[in-house]
Structure formats: C-alpha cells, structure tokens
C-alpha cells in the first residue's frame, strides 16, 4: 500500500516538474516574441520617422557670407530643404566648400534640433583687384592669392592699375591696403601707379578725392579720412597730400609752388 502510494506520488511530481518546464518554456517563448515584435515595430516606426517630414531640412542658416552667394554654395554643396537632416555629412560639406572657395579661411557646419542645419563661414578679406594686360581683373586676398569665382560685391573693392611691372611695390602697396579700415578701404576706387617713382602712387576716393601716397607707409594716415575730408569743399579740384604731412594741394598753391621754385633757381 505504502509503495503504491510512493510510486503515485513520484509520478505525479514528475507529472508536476514536466507540467512546469512546458509552462515557463511557453512564458519565455512569449516573451520571446514579445521582446521581437517589439524590436521589429521599434524598427519600423524609426525607418517612418526618419524618412518622414518631421527630419527634412526645414532652415538652413549660413552666416559669414558677403562675397559669395547663398543659392550658388547650396547649390554646389547639393543641400536643399527635401535632404534628410541624418543624410547631411558634415565632414563632407566642410572639406567642399574649403576645396573649391579659396576666400574662405573656416567652415563650421553643425546639424541642430530635428531640421536645422546650420553653417558657419569666415570670409578672407578681399584686398584689390588688378587689372590684367588683357582687361580681365585678378581677385586679390588677403593671403596674396587670387581668387577666380564670381563677387557678390565686386564694385566695392579698390582697383590697382600699372602696377604688373612693379612686384615689390605692389606687395608694399597690398601690405598698406590690408591695414585699411573696411569703411575706407571700401571707398577707394582706384590707385594708379607713379612710374616714375619707386614709392608715390594716387588713390582716388569714390567721392572724388585724389590722395597722393607714399606706398610704404600710406595706411596710419588714410584711416583718418573721413575726418580729414569733411573740411575739403571742392574735392574734385584739390590734391590731398598725404606723402611728407598731411596737407591739402590746390592749383593755386601749386602755382605759388612753382613760382617759389623758379626765384630758387633764377
């Protein structure tokens, strides 16, 4: 009777143990296809969000950009407002623009919120342009090196004339232009070249001002422009010499110049 029993109950904890084993082996496939099935919705709502709405190129902010024209670089760099913000390579963009735009000395570009792209350029400084033999003009930087794409603002950098011979005087004459202020250099027209010396040259101002310079060292006195020109009236019919002092030069005093000279001599 007793090993009946033992028999029985060993055979129904047996019966209990197999019972349990398929029970937790069904739980853990459960969760199995609980944890895939979500692994597999996860990946598909993340696929719909990236290719939705919510991640395309809404704003795209350049900042530094005064010689260069905005829809031109994103044109060049392919970026429009049907990219995909996670498409845009940064690495990409910064080594373009810095390959192929020799005037810009820094590029940033940084991706921000869920559609926004921002970038960030530092423009060299644009010094002269030259005129060439032919007609054609170089673009000259700061950097001394030409720059052969199309100005945004070409009208409001100073023209340097017959200055091809004359190397080391124009490298001086670049070096000066360079220390300008920008609202002066700016205002500049054009600066002529004085064969027949080795250091004048005149600058003609926008306004009508024709400035007599000592290339080497023209700058210091030049910035002070518009203060000095408020007290010209007749720009146009004066010569400001800024070569030995600062000193107005009209036909009148060159006459009494010339005069002065001959009783020297005679």
Same mark, same amino acid.
């Given at each position: 009777?007793?090993?009946? $029993? ?11 143990? $197999? ?8 739980? #853990? ?6 944890? +895939? ?7 598909? +709502? ?29 044109? @060049? ?6 990219? #995909? ?20 000395? !820094? ?18 400084? %644009? ?14 930087? @700061? ?11 070409? !009208? ?16 001086? +004459?670049? @070096? ?38 000592? %290339? ?10 518009? #203060? ?20 107005? @030069? ?14 020297? +001599?005679?």
């Amino acid at each position: 009777m007793n090993f009946n $029993f033992k028999i029985n109950n060993i055979s129904y904890n047996k019966r209990k143990s $197999f019972n349990n084993s398929v029970e937790r082996l069904k739980r #853990k496939k459960r969760n199995e296809y609980i944890v +895939l099935s979500s692994i597999i919705i996860i990946f598909f +709502l993340i696929l719909i969000f990236l290719n939705s709405s919510f991640v395309k190129i809404k704003n795209i902010n350049i900042d530094g950009l005064t010689q260069i024209d905005r829809t031109e670089l994103l044109k @060049e760099i392919d970026i429009d407002n049907n990219m #995909k913000l996670w498409k845009v390579n940064e690495e990409y963009i910064q080594k373009y623009i810095l390959d192929n735009y020799s005037i810009i000395s !820094s590029v940033e570009v940084k991706k921000k919120y869920l559609n926004t792209l921002y970038i960030s350029v530092k423009e060299k400084k %644009v010094v002269a342009k030259e005129i060439n033999d032919d007609g054609t003009f170089n673009i000259i930087l @700061e950097d001394n090196t030409i720059y052969d794409k199309k100005l945004l603002n070409d !009208s409001s950098i100073p023209i340097i004339n017959d200055f091809n011979e004359d190397k080391n005087k124009k490298d001086i +004459l670049l @070096e000066n232009l360079k220390k300008l202020n920008p609202d002066v250099l700016v205002h500049i027209s054009e600066i002529i070249n004085d064969k027949n010396s080795e250091y004048l040259s005149y600058i003609y101002m926008k306004d009508g001002q024709k400035v007599k310079i000592n %290339v080497n060292s023209f700058s210091e006195k030049l910035n002070y422009y518009f #203060k000095m020109e408020k007290d010209i009236s007749d720009k146009k019919n004066t010569l400001l010499n800024l070569v030995n002092g600062t000193y107005l @030069e009209t036909e009148n005093s060159n006459k009494l110049k010339e005069r002065k000279v001959k009783n020297l +001599l005679g």
